[in-house]
């Protein structure tokens, strides 16, 4: 017997070792860096602080802004936008004729695909105060602003939404077509309108779809760092300096690396907590 489950282990081996070694490894160094005063210039040897690096985080103003500028960013982009607009055209795109679902569906994932820093240029040229937005604006005879200067954490959440959707769109679209449409015929059938089946019915039977959409477009979008860099690295005055931005200046820029490392540690258990929530769940049956 226990040849059998050793022979029926041996072929995960090699998998079991590269994440030891380049997942585990690495976040096992970084929780120790967490707990030293690490510098990258003018120190010699690094010490152990203990938990100095985290209460001065909660007690850093720039931490807890950065920290619900992160919840801003992720309930506004993640969970309203890229959720809510990917339900929207995976259920409107199931009723177009195929030229609309063709076009539609090639413009959407087109800005998914895009590499992160060429999507940032692009919606950097869109909300700058030269950019398309306030030329259309202008046009239309309607007040212009610079959108970056004024509204910066919404510029960027709107950014992360127009290139993020298309993956709730296409998990959406996935489940939307595993309903069976005799339930929904039959539904019609007894008077109950558009929204009333959406809810009582479509809602109800995708939820475990919302859940794995939601749990992985959540950590996504707490991980963003090159789109926010490219648009506005993280200013004016911080009011669009996510906890990825926030770790990478106080790592790199002032070379805290201990505390940056601190930060990043407190990311990946926010990461955690929202992936359990989800987890549980998802568990519960419909």
Known sequence: MRLTRTARALPLAPSVILLLLFLAGPIAYCAYIAFTDL?????????????????????????????????????????????????????????????????????????????????GFLLYAFFRREGTLNAVLDRLHLPTQNWLFTLPILAVS?????????????????????????????AEVDG????????????????????????????????VFGLIWVMTRGGPGGRSQTLPLFMYEEAFQKSMIGYGTAVALLLLVVGSLFSAVYVRLLRTEV
């Open 39 to 119: 510098q990258l210039t003018g120190q010699a040897q690094e010490s152990f602080i203990g938990f100095e690096n985290f209460r001065t985080a909660f007690g850093d103003e720039a931490f807890l802004n950065a920290v619900w500028l992160t919840l801003v960013f992720t309930v506004v982009s993640a969970l309203i936008g890229q959720n809510t607009l990917g339900l929207a055209l995976a259920a409107l795109m199931r009723r177009a004729s195929k030229p609309v679902r063709t076009v539609v569906g090639a413009v959407v994932i087109a800005a998914w695909v895009l590499p992160e820093v060429v999507a």
């Open 158 to 186: 709107f950014a992360n939404v127009w290139r993020g959707t298309a993956f709730s769109m296409l998990v959406y679209s996935a489940a939307l077509n595993e309903i069976p449409k005799e339930i929904t015929e039959a």
């Open 192 to 223: 109950a309108g558009g929204w009333r089946r959406m809810w009582h019915i479509t809602l109800p039977m995708i939820r475990r779809s919302i859940g794995t959409n939601l749990m992985l477009i959540t950590l996504q979008t707490l991980s």
